[in-house]
């Protein structure tokens, strides 16, 4: 498992229900749970998808025994920025560092650029890149359907 990862769980809702359950902390709103489209699930179209905190309190009903730290990150999206630049670091299990998106789970799409000395939004993903890419700044963050944007295309 690990970051941006959910369980699957039967869905409940019946026609045109939302399966979507929404949390709000500190003024802030997110998903716990969404619908789980095809492709997540097998071909299956009966199962939610839910959070890894949603998984342990509501469905089974036990504290989690996961590291605080760990229940932050899996509440986090798993995008990440695939420049060959972030290979040059690795972590504690000698795997790339890589720059990942700092927003959560099923967060709805950033529609401005940002920009600062640590963080850097590239196609709808806030990315955590200790350094900021200014050839890149001319793109214009529009809408796009794309799964995956790697900033290694452009150079």
Known sequence: MGRGHFHLIKCNKHGDESCDVMETTDNKTYYVRRHANRDECGGRDDLDKVTHKYYWEKCLK?????????????????????????????????EANKSYCLERLWHSP????????????????????????????????????????SLSMLA
């Open 62 to 94: 036990f504290e989690d025994p996961c590291r605080p730290s760990l229940q932050k990150q899996f509440e986090r999206c798993n995008y990440f920025c695939s420049h060959t630049s972030h290979e040059k670091t690795k972590d504690e299990c000698d």
């Open 110 to 149: 950033v529609t401005k650029q940002k920009s600062n000395s640590t963080n850097t939004t590239v196609m709808n993903k806030k990315l955590s890149s200790k350094k900021v890419l200014n050839k890149y700044k001319f793109l214009l963050f529009t809408n796009i359907y794309q799964k995956e944007f």
